[in-house]
């Protein structure tokens, strides 16, 4: 609380200039935000400062943006959207940021504090509406209590498991007069040790792995949440485990390095899975194990001890029954690992084992004379940018040629919806992603469908000069729905085959965003070049066989090593 002070002492401000004062304090570069009447104070006061307001067109491409920032920078990412509509429109985006555990804020506008409940014009409940997908909430009814309300909200935004708070804010709390808060932000960030129980489990585990003929590692997104890479990388190499990853773990290590397996999972590579199935010790470092992971929980790892660390104490055990669990921060639990003595590496046999499946099924594809495959035009961008841009996509088959076939080097490179799954989110990440590091290549892969349901947001790269390449993937289907379909009941194409397509390149004109079109006629290689030389947002269009589907697959229910497709 403020301490008591005379009003000659400490300066008067409203709670829309406290707000502002507030993001300042946490280092916040700027928001993604949509206006209207209730949030008109905080708009006002933008207007009036040097604070930049990131304007999206539409809220739910607001909540993307922001997630997509968080997720390059390990930032936290700030959206302002209006009450009722504005707020409900974000959902989605809130969701899939509680979902992948990207760090938010969340500000809201709401009605003034005496209409409150009386269904007012554009009023919603949206406390208690966004519970489920957001770690805390908040309402400020007072405007004293604003500045110490939105420090809680970064702290808790950053701690732990990250992932989003919302702030709703009545729009006379935002027009009333406060006095300024002159205490220091709080960071967020945990800088406690290690306790001795959490060293006593880790060091459980490091006994365990003395004794293991057959260790696997598996990195999620908690890796690189935590920064913990590079750290990450120097386990594996000193112990000489082989690594697979996660969706969302992708680039902790570099895809060609030779301890790493590939992805896991549902479309993961075959040596990962077979991994998974002939180790005898698995370490889950900072992931899930979700149902894309481990398609049947009876069936998996069954000749394994398995060994999880992870910062939320929920994740342990939930899926898989581990008999090793540390509830830590994975970047000072792998401190803790790097800094012990390697007495035992793995068995050369283990490694050759790994090696061997490696080369045996591998992600490919057949060339086709007449049509360019999408996986020829992800291996180009990766060759053109040398594997060293920020990867977004969208959801659908086109993320998993990208997770099979771009070669990632580096934390935090791929931004992709995980666990909601979100359609439309590639075109506002890839927003969030170009301002997290405006020097570097932004990339979207984006299908036919995805790009649909927020092409709205082309203007924003228009009006705003992204240089983001857009690889649109159009096969005239939600493919990945439709290879569902195909698998699972008997062809029955029911309302995924799209008979009718706009035409994209009028889309492309008509926000004023460079198009071209790559055709099998093309030297991939070159024209690619020549358009990545462009500074300019521009969408590339590609039609791609109608039919080309994602092997690898595991079926739902199946064991890691029945994969369908190897040969395919």
Request: net charge negative; hydrophobic share 40%; proline share 4%.
């Amino acid at each position: 609380m403020l301490a008591k002070q005379s009003d000659g002492e400490q300066k008067r401000i409203s709670g829309a200039e406290s707000l502002i004062k507030s993001l300042n304090d946490h280092d916040v570069e700027l928001l993604f935000g949509y206006p209207g009447g209730a949030v008109l104070p905080i708009y006002d006061t933008i207007f009036t400062s040097s604070f930049t307001n990131i304007l999206t067109r539409h809220e739910q491409g607001a909540a993307h943006a922001a997630e997509g920032y968080a997720k390059v920078t390990g930032k936290t990412g700030v959206i302002l959207v209006t009450s009722g509509p504005g707020a409900s429109n974000a959902i989605t985006g809130i969701a899939d940021a509680m979902m992948d555990s990207a760090p938010m804020v969340v500000l809201t506008g709401q009605v003034g504090t005496s209409a409150i409940g009386t269904h007012a014009f554009q009023e919603l409940d949206v406390i208690s509406i966004t519970k489920a997908v957001t770690k805390a909430n908040f309402q400020v009814t007072q405007t004293s209590d604003l500045a110490r309300t939105l420090d809680k909200a970064f702290e808790i935004a950053q701690s732990g498991r990250k992932g989003p708070v919302l702030v709703d804010l009545p729009k006379d709390v935002m027009a009333s007069m406060t006095f300024e808060d002159n205490q220091p932000a709080c960071s967020g960030v945990d800088d406690s040790e290690l306790m001795a129980e959490q060293k006593n489990q880790l060091n459980a585990i490091l006994a365990k792995l003395k004794l293991a003929e057959k260790p696997l590692l598996l990195f999620g997104a908690g890796v690189g949440a935590s920064n913990a890479g590079e750290l990450a990388a120097e386990f594996a190499h000193k112990w000489q485990i082989p690594v697979v990853s996660t969706l969302l773990g992708l680039g902790i290590l570099k895809n060609d390095d030779p301890l790493f397996l590939g992805m896991g999972g549902m479309h993961g590579s075959y040596a990962s899975n077979m991994a998974f199935q002939e180790c005898d010790f698995l370490l889950n470092i900072g992931s899930r194990f979700d149902d894309r992971l481990v398609p049947n929980v009876s069936k998996f790892a069954p000749n394994a001890e398995v060994a999880h660390i992870d910062v939320d104490t929920n994740e342990i055990d939930r899926i898989v029954t581990t008999q090793y669990s540390v509830v830590a921060d994975a970047k000072k639990a792998l401190k803790y690992l790097d800094n012990a003595p390697v007495e035992k590496t793995s068995s050369q046999a283990w490694l050759q084992r790994t090696q061997d499946n490696k080369t045996k099924h591998t992600f490919h594809y057949s060339k086709d004379d007449n049509v360019l495959k999408p996986q020829e035009v992800i291996e180009a961008v990766g060759r053109v940018t040398n594997g060293e841009a920020t990867v977004v996509t969208d959801v659908g088959q086109h993320q998993m040629w990208v997770a099979q076939f771009y070669p990632f080097k580096h934390q935090r490179q791929l931004v992709t919806s995980g666990g909601l799954g979100t359609m439309g989110f590639g075109l506002p990440a890839a927003i969030g992603a170009k301002y997290a590091d405006p020097k570097k290549d932004v990339v979207l892969f984006v299908g036919d469908g995805g790009i649909q349901m927020t092409s709205e947001e082309l203007e924003v790269l228009a009006a705003e000069k992204l240089n983001i390449k857009i690889i649109l993937l159009n096969n005239r289907a939600l493919g990945m729905v439709r290879q569902w379909q195909d698998e699972f009941y008997d062809k029955r194409r029911s309302q995924t085959v799209f008979t009718h397509q706009p035409d994209f390149e009028k889309l492309a004109s008509a926000y004023g965003v460079a198009y071209y079109e790559l055709t099998k006629n093309d030297d991939l290689d070159s024209k690619l070049n020549k358009l990545f030389e462009k500074n300019e947002p521009a969408l590339i269009h590609v039609s791609i066989p109608e039919l080309e589907q994602v092997y690898p697959m595991i079926a739902p229910g199946s064991a890691n090593d029945e994969m369908m497709g190897l040969d395919k």
